[in-house]
Nanobody, 127 residues
């Protein structure tokens, strides 16, 4: 069992930056691929970024490429999402997710492959 707790959300202006953190319980954090997803009101939950287990390869959605960076610190059981140049369309509830030994792009970008989810942290970007 893995428990995930997100933090770092908030209300910011367009162009600002935020860093989200996701702290995981358990002793096998390094064996999980970790993903960030977001859901805006009235929309489907969508993939944002992910980092594989093992070689820590990263993938991000086209809408955030060049602005968002995902990273992990296995010693701290934490995954991060650094968000720069925020736009109003980035406004959403951001979720952290963990999937056992996820490492390919197809696996990491597919919501159904993740077994554990956090409660989410709200990010609101105003123009």
């Amino acid at each position: 069992q893995v428990q995930l707790v997100e933090s770092g959300g908030g209300s910011v202006q367009a162009g600002d930056s935020l860093r989200l953190s996701c702290a995981a319980s358990g002793r096998t954090f390094n064996m999980y691929g970790m993903g960030w997803f977001r859901q805006a009101p009235g929309k489907e939950r969508e993939f944002v970024a992910a980092i594989s287990w093992g070689d820590s390869a990263t993938y991000s959605a086209d809408s955030v490429k060049g602005r968002f960076t995902v990273s992990r610190d296995n010693a701290k059981n934490t995954v991060y999402l650094e968000m720069n140049s925020l736009k109003p369309e980035d406004t959403a509830l951001y979720y952290c997710a963990a999937g056992w030994r996820l490492w390919t792009k197809v696996h990491l970008t597919t919501r159904g492959n993740y077994e554990y989810w956090g409660q989410g942290t709200q990010v609101t970007v105003s123009s």
